[in-house]
């Protein structure tokens, strides 16, 4: 397998550093990261960290203060916004919308870009088809998405996006409020789709075993800063996040596969990981 | 979303357009005194036919081409400005075609030329009010704030209909009646030149292409602004596109039938109650139905003349059945808009 051109590389950021207008600090802060296709690549960091902000310079909605954001060779933010959007999708973290709109419908707005004409063709009607079954939203399609749970509703959002056919896949927190069984089939099926299609995937995730289940990479984000990038076992250590998210975590391994899972410590005087950990009650 | 089933739209267009055939023939039929129809098409009545003709056809036509653009423009303008009370007068080219028109009425130079004149001044009016909304409310990168649009356009009317006050206490009393009746929105005006007509419709069928082809866009934008865009659209230049098209719509129709209301606001309402808020749906019904209910309400006034012995302002009536109606229509919950 050759390596891909630079163009067709899904995400390229190069000292990306946005600054909201009236901010004191960058809430992306000269942040470099390639994601290659296929990739699965999962943000964590604590809240305000700046992965929203990262992931909605990455689908172009916001223009880089400095530094470059590419997406498959161009700019999301300056390039006509039918082209990115059926290049880059993303999943927000939540949406209401202002009309009564059936699932089907609102899935369909991911096939704005692709339209010919002012309906959908045939193959309009199959992606969304196949967006609401990959996304296990075909059940409810013909509800109102307004009557939908939080949960279901984020279904939806990520079949929206994938209607969209895009090469790079942005998620802004897919798995909150599912279940675990929903949570766990998500980001299986996603991850399915980076390898079987070659998406570009990068996901900000707040549960850190959700994370460890299914990245190939993991970037951890804090003050708007790449803290560490590497596959999960070099990231999710104790040190690092620890001093990351301020609180005290038992990483362990667990004995039916193998893996990593993270354990967040209650108020225990006692460190259970490592032996330089301060006293629990400093960390806010 | 409606009380229309997806599979019945078909249906419901053809049965907008049974009545919108139905209105026209009833308008050029009926009136303060029924005409032949068959005999005045044919020939036969000469006198009918010369009714037919001068009067009634094109008043029929503008009524269909004013209730539709006032629909269509108060459709997309609750849409833009995500606001349910928003209808075509909300934003500022409404209160500049009815100075320019206030203005050609009184002015001894333009009402040389006439009720073209008016027209004329009330569309270029319009045009001035759209170009100075559209400078006051856009920010730094070109993009229209709706919110400063609204305001924008509910001060500029403030000011202009404080200016058409001032004309009608300084004018002569028939003047001022002559305004008033303008102003209230009436069909039963002088223009009724082909050309006016043509014109108006040219107008109205090209900024109603113009939203037709936007609406998958305006659909993407009742998610708001960023996933619209995440989905591909550009919602700045969406917006610009949908104002200025709907504009063009109310500056046309107030140009020749001054300000004629309820229509636009209960009309777009009516129709998202039975088809849903899909707009590729909901601007030719809009259109569609908006045309009759106009072509409709000007036959009733003329119904009503013998009764009353002079012509309500349409506006009145449309005022008059519209507002009961959207109050029934709201209490039926059946537009969440």
């Given at each position: 397998m050759t390596r891909p051109t630079a163009d067709s590389t899904p995400l390229r950021l190069d000292g990306t550093t946005f600054l909201y207008p009236g901010a004191a600090v960058p809430a992306v802060n000269a942040a470099s990261l390639v994601v290659a296709p296929g990739e699965?690549?999962?943000?964590?960091?604590?809240?305000?960290?700046?992965?929203?902000?990262?992931?909605?310079?990455?689908?172009?909605?916001l223009t880089p203060t400095s530094g470059s954001v590419r997406t498959a060779g161009f700019d999301p933010a300056r390039s006509s916004r039918p082209m990115v959007a059926r290049t880059v999708a993303l999943v927000p973290a939540s949406l209401a919308?202002?009309?009564?709109?059936?699932?089907?419908?609102?899935?369909?707005?991911?096939?704005?870009?692709?339209?010919?004409?002012?309906?959908?063709?045939?193959?309009?009607?199959?992606?969304?088809?196949?967006?609401?079954?990959?996304?296990?939203?075909?059940?409810?399609?013909?509800?109102?998405?307004q009557e939908l749970s939080a949960g279901e509703q984020r279904r939806v959002l990520v079949a929206r996006a994938l209607a969209q056919e895009p090469r790079l896949l942005l998620l802004d927190e897919p798995?909150?409020?599912?279940d675990v069984a929903h949570a766990v089939s998500l980001v299986y099926r996603v991850?399915?789709?980076?390898?079987?299609?070659?998406?570009?995937?990068?996901?900000?995730?707040?549960?850190?075993?959700?994370?460890?289940?299914?990245?190939?990479?993991?970037?951890?984000?804090?003050?708007?800063?790449?803290?560490?990038?590497?596959?999960?076992?070099?990231?999710?250590?104790?040190?690092?996040?620890?001093?990351?998210?301020?609180?005290?975590?038992?990483?362990?391994?667990?004995?039916?596969?193998?893996?990593?899972?993270?354990?967040?410590?209650?108020?225990?005087?006692?460190?259970?990981?490592?032996?330089?950990?301060?006293?629990?009650?400093?960390?806010? | 979303m409606?009380?229309?089933?997806?599979?019945?739209?078909?249906?419901?267009?053809?049965?907008?357009?049974?009545?919108?055939?139905?209105?026209?023939?009833?308008?050029?039929?009926?009136?303060?005194?029924?005409?032949?129809?068959?005999?005045a098409l044919t020939g036969d009545a000469a006198s009918d036919r010369l009714v037919l003709l001068r009067e009634r056809l094109p008043r029929?036509?503008?009524?269909?081409?004013?209730?539709?653009?006032?629909?269509?423009?108060?459709?997309?303008?609750?849409?833009?400005?995500?606001?349910?009370?928003?209808?075509?007068?909300?934003?500022?080219?409404a209160g500049g075609a009815a100075l320019g028109g206030s203005l050609a009425l009184v002015l001894p130079g333009i009402a040389l030329l006439g009720?073209?004149?008016?027209?004329?001044?009330?569309?270029?009016?319009?045009?001035?009010?759209?170009?100075?909304?559209?400078?006051?409310?856009?920010?730094?990168?070109?993009?229209?704030?709706?919110?400063?649009?609204?305001?924008?356009?509910?001060?500029?009317?403030?000011?202009?209909?404080?200016?058409?006050?001032?004309?009608?206490?300084?004018?002569?009393?028939?003047?001022?009646?002559?305004?008033?009746?303008?102003?209230?929105?009436?069909?039963?005006?002088?223009?009724?030149?082909?050309?006016?007509?043509?014109?108006?419709?040219?107008?109205?069928?090209?900024?109603?292409?113009?939203?037709?082809?936007?609406?998958?866009?305006?659909?993407?934008?009742?998610?708001?602004?960023?996933?619209?865009?995440?989905?591909?659209?550009?919602?700045?230049?969406?917006?610009r596109r949908v104002f200025l098209a709907g504009s063009l719509l109310v500056a046309a129709a107030v140009s020749v039938a001054g300000m004629i209301g309820f229509v636009g606001l209960i009309v777009p309402h009516a129709v998202r109650a039975l088809v849903g808020s899909d707009h590729r749906v909901t601007i030719p019904g809009s259109a569609l139905l908006g045309a009759s209910f106009l072509v409709l309400a000007d036959l009733l006034t003329r119904l009503m003349f013998p009764v009353f012995e002079t012509e309500a302002p349409v506006g009145v009536l449309t005022a008059l059945i519209g507002g009961p109606a959207f109050i029934w229509l709201l209490k039926r919950g059946g537009d969440r808009p």
């Open positions: 699965f690549v999962g943000l964590i960091g604590p809240n305000g960290a700046g992965k929203s902000t990262l992931l909605r310079l990455a689908a172009g909605l919308v202002g009309f009564p709109m059936t699932v089907r419908d609102f899935v369909a707005m991911g096939r704005t870009a692709h339209l010919k004409g002012l309906f959908e063709s045939a193959v309009d009607r199959t992606a969304v088809h196949w967006a609401l079954e990959t996304s296990e939203a075909a059940a409810f399609a013909d509800r109102p998405y798995t909150a409020n599912l991850a399915d789709l980076a390898r079987s299609q070659g998406v570009a995937v990068v996901a900000a995730i707040h549960d850190l075993n959700v994370a460890l289940l299914a990245c190939d990479r993991i970037v951890l984000l804090r003050e708007g800063a790449i803290r560490a990038v590497g596959d999960p076992e070099s990231v999710m250590q104790w040190s690092i996040l620890r001093e990351t998210f301020g609180c005290d975590l038992y990483i362990g391994r667990n004995e039916v596969n193998g893996r990593l899972f993270v354990v967040p410590m209650g108020r225990d005087p006692e460190p259970v990981t490592g032996t330089s950990s301060p006293r629990r009650g400093q960390s806010s | 409606g009380l229309v089933s997806r599979h019945r739209i078909p249906a419901f267009f053809a049965a907008l357009a049974v009545l919108l055939v139905a209105s026209v023939l009833s308008s050029l039929a009926l009136g303060a005194t029924p005409l032949d129809l068959l005999g029929t036509l503008l009524a269909a081409i004013v209730g539709a653009s006032l629909s269509t423009s108060g459709l997309v303008f609750q849409a833009v400005l995500s606001n349910p009370l928003a209808d075509p007068y909300v934003i500022g080219v009720h073209a004149g008016v027209s004329a001044a009330a569309f270029l009016g319009g045009l001035g009010a759209v170009a100075l909304t559209w400078r006051l409310s856009r920010d730094r990168r070109g993009r229209m704030r709706t919110y400063e649009v609204l305001l924008v356009g509910v001060v500029f009317n403030t000011i202009a209909s404080a200016a058409i006050m001032f004309l009608k206490s300084v004018v002569r009393a028939e003047k001022a009646q002559e305004m008033l009746l303008w102003l209230m929105g009436t069909l039963s005006s002088d223009v009724r030149s082909p050309g006016a007509i043509l014109g108006t419709l040219a107008v109205a069928l090209f900024a109603m292409g113009l939203l037709f082809a936007s609406a998958p866009a305006l659909n993407a934008l009742a998610m708001g602004e960023e996933d619209a865009a995440a989905v591909g659209v550009d919602p700045a230049r969406t917006t």
